[in-house]
Nanobody, 123 residues
Framework: QVQLVESGGGLVQAGGSLRLSCAASGSIFSINARGWYRQAPGKQRELVAAIASGGSTNYAGSVKGRFTISRDNAKNTLYLQMNSRKPEDTGVYYC?????????????????WGQGTQVTVSS
């Protein structure tokens, strides 16, 4: 079984910085892709940033230049560094991981979401 646990959410003043973490645990064989999504009140969940197994990254146009996605493979942890925060960045942030895990003598694919962490940017 694989689990994703998020941390680092909270309140930050406009223009300030905050870092989110997402730790993966379990019998993970490989992680093919990981990303951060967010959902604001009354809006659909949207992709914020993603990183592939090879290290390539993609960002939403609204956050590019302000947010940075990174990972620590040794710790199986994903990070989202958020700088120059704006009120419109407020929402619930979710991490996502896709890959393969070991289940007994078998290997299975997974596509999991973290529990979500609230990020509030005050003006």
């Amino acid at each position: 079984q694989v689990q994703l646990v998020e941390s680092g959410g909270g309140l930050v003043q406009a223009g300030g910085s905050l870092r989110l973490s997402c730790a993966a645990s379990g019998s993970i064989f490989s992680i093919n892709a990981r990303g951060w999504y967010r959902q604001a009140p009354g809006k659909q969940r949207e992709l914020v940033a993603a990183i592939a197994s090879g290290g390539s990254t993609n960002y939403a146009g609204s956050v590019k230049g302000r947010f940075t996605i990174s990972r620590d493979n040794a710790k199986n942890t994903l990070y989202l560094q958020m700088n120059s925060r704006k009120p419109e960045d407020t929402g619930v942030y979710y991490c996502n991981a896709q890959g393969t895990y070991r289940s007994g003598a078998y290997f299975k694919d997974f596509n999991l979401w973290g529990q979500g962490t609230q990020v509030t940017v005050s003006s």
